[in-house]
């Protein structure tokens, strides 16, 4: 059993850089891929970043590549994802996911835990 706690979120103004954190319970955190998913009011759930458990594998999507970076740390058992040069378009509830089984990054089904989620508004 793994218990994802998200934090982070914030209003904030385009352009400038945000960190969001999840904090992963259980001794086992390290065994488990990680995924970040948002979801924008009235749209659905949508792919943000995934990795492995080492920064060796990492995705991420189209919308967010060279901005946005996923990391961990599995002595703390977190997962960050630091967050540049947002844009409103950003503006989403954040949700971070862990997965123990194989498969892509990018399928919400194949993850076991979420989060609560952490709103991030971003205004222009």
């Known amino acids: 059993q793994v218990q994802l706690v998200e934090s982070g979120g914030d209003l904030v103004q385009a352009g400038v850089s945000l960190r969001l954190s999840c904090s992963a319970s259980g001794r086992t955190f390290r065994n488990y891929a990680m995924g970040w998913f948002r979801q924008a009011p009235g749209k659905e759930r949508e792919f943000v970043a995934g990795?492995?458990?080492?920064?060796?594998?990492?995705l991420y999507a189209s919308s967010v590549k060279g901005r946005f970076t996923i990391s961990r740390d599995n002595a703390k058992n977190t997962v960050y994802l630091q967050m540049n040069s947002l844009k409103p378009e950003d503006t989403a509830v954040y949700f971070c996911?862990?997965?123990?089984?194989?498969?892509?990054?990018?399928?919400?089904?194949?993850?076991?835990?979420w989060g609560q989620g952490t709103r991030v508004t971003v205004s222009s």
């Open positions: 996911a862990a997965k123990s089984s194989g498969g892509a990054y990018y399928t919400p089904s194949l993850y076991d835990y």
């Open positions: 990795m492995g458990w080492s920064e060796d594998s990492t």
